[in-house]
């Protein structure tokens, strides 16, 4: 037993000194792992120390010019050529003394509440930013001061680097020592972008409010206080709702930081930014500057880009402007072409292949101080029937495979599941026609029964590949009834696609701009991409051309310019009369156009010639940028191909021989979906040929008169039969006498001793017949029978009035001089015969005509079928012509 207690003693101290040995080795990777961590620790602080060291010792030095005043960027168009400077404009400067207190309570709650009580870098909200980053990436969450806001606008670009971010916190500590702090936050204050190419307070006090900074109240300071953060986005003018919940926002932060009151919050918030924002007729235009609508474009792009800060920090902006464009769209908006006073209009200019904006017309006399740009910032009104293509036709032929001969019935319809008629423009119905008359003539209803076979979610895809959302589409949008809009410069860009074999650039005004380094660059322009199928965009292309020659759209028409285009026009909702907008988006190889017309007031347009102001305006842009330059033609892809169909054949099928003319259609397809099988619908006319024909001869008159049956086809009693009789005398060449629609005809003048061939021939509809057929045989007459006792006898002088029927007078039957055989009452023989009248029908038998001479002057086409004589001449010689 004692051996056994002493073995169990011995295992548990055995099992404790191996404890202990696997314990010691675990402490031992502890204390190195620590050791390791603050090894790294203390190499990572001394790396950044000494990056931060060489970074500040290479900082540039502190310029009190540059720290108080804006640098204005530089603006190059497409030529590289300067033409305007941002921000050079007079400004207001505030000194701090005048700037009033619940103003800078409003800036410092928004962007450095603990402005008083940092060093410049303020480290408690720095070690919450880059937490942020950590978790979100580099650049997630700014932690700048009031101090390097400052530092950063007078010598930094906006780039997120290592390097700039220690350089600006070694300079804000070095302007902290240098400056008091009521000196830094003046320059801030005036020095701050706050909108477009406005800087300071003080001068966005007097351009949004007109007034100065002592006179504003709570909420327009808490409006001008959350500007900053994104300039154009916050501007009231332009978009007040983003304005008034940044104000709101504004004044949550006053409060929660103990600057004002509950109530003085809740009061504030309560007004609508709009209400005391300045009149739009007191905005003053500044017009000293140029191209004033191109620029805030610019400007909005960069805004767009998240370089608005950069607009301060010198850079040169490589813009898409062409001068000579933009003059044009100036002149014409500020010319005497518009009907009213007051109607206004916006106009872009997009190129067609690349997407660049080439110029933009932000409407009449517009200059910087206006603020809303109806070229760019009109996303608030229905863009009408120029949404057809886009959302209607268009797809149904790029998912559908339409032909531009597709059938589709104008007729009365209602919206699915209402009692919501939907009415055309001119409240008629024109019944069935092809896609291409729905859409030239801009017919409502198709628009809609197109968007019902195309389906909602086809529509909506394919508009979207424009970078364009429209939200939920119903059936209303096929006409423009849609909740949400495109501005002209949009609507331009889009249309430049159907111009460009499908391909699509969203419009943009930058190429890129040069930091103030000079090297340092950043591209703007956007990639192309395909959006529709080649032979989708030039279908429509093809369509639309119509628009100007037949359409909707003749006023826009320009001679010797190949144009497509579309015209718009939105409705009120109930019965008020006339439109609100009109539009024209048309389009070359090298230019897409758009133009808007309207009152800002929402007025009604009534007249014609408000009605066509867009296209008028177009015209005179699109022709004067075109001259002098070459614009290609449409060119039609090999995707699409031409075939001739038969007009309302469902499904389309290829016209045959036998389909009328005016049924024959020759339209586009997309290559491989053409019609394969041919109408039957039309069979060949089958007419049986003329029987019984038989023919007469009276010898006294010298005629013959044919008669014949005619069974006409079975089923066909509407089709107009015609009976074409020739003839051919002695084997000669067959020659048409005449076509009648009756079943008998009098050959007169025949010509004894010779044979006749009488051939007769139904002809309908170019469909001919076999012929029928009869011949005659005419016996001669004796020579001495053809003796006359008078013939020596001297011939009497004709008078004028006397033997008007005479034989070869004045159209009469003769061979044109040639001497006629046998003499007429009066002895007058036919020597003067004219045998080329025979078409004139002057082949009737006188009473007093002697028998035609012995030639072959009067058989001419139709000129046999005269009258019968009453009477036979009183020497009982008989009358006739010759044939």
């Known amino acids: 037993m004692s051996e056994q207690k002493s073995t169990r003693g011995q295992r548990r101290k055995q099992q404790l000194e191996q404890k202990k040995k696997q314990t010691k080795p675990a402490k031992t990777w502890l204390k190195r792992i620590m050791i390791a961590i603050l090894a790294i620790g203390l190499v990572g602080l001394i790396t950044g120390g000494s ?81 942020a980053n950590l978790k979100d990436g580099f650049g997630a969450q ?9 530092v950063k606008n007078s010598f930094f670009t906006n780039e997120k680097t290592i390097k700039r971010k220690a350089q600006e916190a070694h300079l804000a500590l070095q302007l902290e020592r240098e400056y008091k702090k009521e000196e830094i936050f003046e320059m801030y204050f005036n020095k701050i972008l706050m909108s477009g190419r406005i800087y300071g307070f003080g001068t966005a006090s007097k351009y949004f409010y007109g007034k100065e900074l002592k006179d504003l109240e709570l909420h327009e300071m808490a409006v001008l206080a959350g500007m900053p953060q994104s300039p154009n986005n916050y501007n009231p003018f332009k978009n007040p709702e983003l304005a008034e919940k940044r104000r709101n926002t504004v004044l949550y932060l006053m409060n929660l930081h103990g600057k004002i009151t509950d109530e003085e919050m809740k009061a504030a918030q309560a007004i609508p930014v709009a209400d005391s924002l300045l009149p739009e007729d007191q905005r003053v235009a500044n017009q000293d500057s140029k191209y004033d609508a191109f620029i805030d474009i610019v400007l909005e792009e960069l805004e767009e880009n998240g370089d608005a800060d950069a607009i301060s920090e010198g850079i040169t902006i490589h813009t898409t402007l062409q001068p000579k464009a933009q003059e044009k769209v100036e002149e014409t908006l500020n010319s005497d072409i518009f009907p009213t006073e007051d109607i206004q209009a916006g106009v872009a200019v997009i190129d067609t292949k690349t997407g660049a904006v080439v110029a933009a017309g932000g409407g009449r006399n517009y200059g910087v101080d206006r603020g809303y740009n109806h070229a760019h910032d009109m996303k608030e009104r229905s863009p009408g029937s120029t949404i057809k293509p886009l959302i209607d036709y268009g ?32 409240n008629k119905y024109l019944g069935a026609m092809t896609m291409r008359e729905a859409l030239y003539k801009s017919r409502n209803t198709t628009a809609v029964k197109t968007l019902k076979e195309v389906g909602t ?99 826009a028409a320009i001679s010797g310019l190949d144009v497509a285009g579309k015209s718009g026009t939105s409705n009120f909702s109930g019965d008020k009369k006339g439109v609100p907008d009109v539009w024209f988006a048309g389009y070359t190889t090298n230019y897409s156009v758009t133009v808007w017309s309207g009152y800002d007031d929402n007025s009604a347009i009534t007249t014609a010639e408000e009605r066509s102001l867009p296209q008028r305006i177009f015209k005179e842009i699109m022709g004067s940028i075109s001259e002098g330059q070459k614009t290609e033609r449409f060119k039609k892809p090999n995707s699409v191909v031409e075939v001739t169909v038969e007009r309302g054949s469902n499904p389309l099928k290829l016209a045959s021989e036998y389909t009328p ?11 491989g979906t053409e019609p394969k099988q041919v109408s039957e619908e039309y069979d060949q006319l089958e007419l049986n040929a003329p029987s019984n024909l038989s023919v007469q001869y009276d010898e006294i008159t010298s005629s013959a008169t044919l008669d014949w049956d005619f069974e006409g086809p079975e089923g066909e009693e509407d089709v107009n039969v015609q009976f074409e009789v020739a003839v051919s005398i002695d084997n000669g060449p067959s020659e048409i006498l005449q076509t009648t629609d009756k079943t008998g005809l009098i050959v007169q003048a025949l010509i004894p001793g010779s ?26 007459i004796e020579e001495e029978d053809l003796e006359s006792p008078d013939s020596e006898e001297e011939k009497p002088e004709d008078t004028e009035g006397e033997n008007e029927n005479q034989p070869g007078n004045n159209g009469n039957n003769g061979n044109n001089g040639n001497n006629g055989n046998g003499n007429g009452n009066n002895g007058n023989n036919g020597n003067n015969g004219n045998g080329n009248d025979g078409n004139s029908g002057n082949n009737g038998n ?14 001419e086409d139709g000129g046999t079928d005269g009258e019968n004589p009453e009477e036979t001449p009183e020497d009982g010689t008989e009358t006739g012509s010759t044939p």
């Open 457 to 555: 979610k086809n529509a909506r895809e394919f508009i979207s590949r424009f970078g364009v959302d429209i939200g939920t589409v119903n059936e209303a949008y096929a006409i423009g009834g849609i909740s949400k809009f495109m501005s002209p410069i949009q609507l331009a860009g889009a249309y430049a696609a159907f111009g460009n074999n499908g391909n699509h650039t969203e419009p943009y005004a930058i190429n890129k701009i040069v930091y103030r380094d000079g090297k340092t660059e950043k591209n703007y322009k956007p990639e192309s991409k395909t959006v529709m199928k080649d032979s989708t965009a030039y279908i429509i292309t093809d369509v639309l051309r119509d628009v100007l020659t037949k359409g909707t759209g003749k006023a």
């Open 846 to 859: 006188g009473n007093n005509n002697g028998n035609g001479g012995n030639n072959d002057g009067g058989q």
């Open 395 to 426: 797809p149904a032929v790029e998912f559908l495979d339409w032909s531009p001969a597709q059938t589709i019935v104008d007729e009365d319809i209602k919206y699915t599941g209402t009692d919501q008629v939907i009415r055309n423009a001119d």
């Open 661 to 671: 003319e005016n049924m024959k259609l020759t339209e586009l397809f997309v290559k």
């Open 51 to 131: 990056v931060y060291a060489y970074y500040a010792s290479t900082a540039p030095d502190l310029d009190e010019e540059l720290l108080k005043d804006p640098i204005s960027p530089k603006l190059l168009d497409a030529n590289g050529e300067e033409f305007a400077t941002v921000g050079s404009e007079s400004r207001e400067y505030i000194s701090y003394e005048e700037i009033p207190q619940q103003m800078e309570d409003a800036i410092l709650a928004t962007e450095d509440v603990r402005f008083y009580d940092h060093m410049g870098v303020d480290v408690l909200r720095l070690g919450k930013a880059v937490l």
């Open 142 to 150: 700014g932690a700048s001061t009031i101090t390097q806001q400052v």
């Open 755 to 780: 044979k006749y061939l009488f051939t007769v021939t139904a002809i309908a509809e170019d469909v001919r017949s076999e012929s029928a057929s009869v011949e005659l045989v005419l016996e001669g």
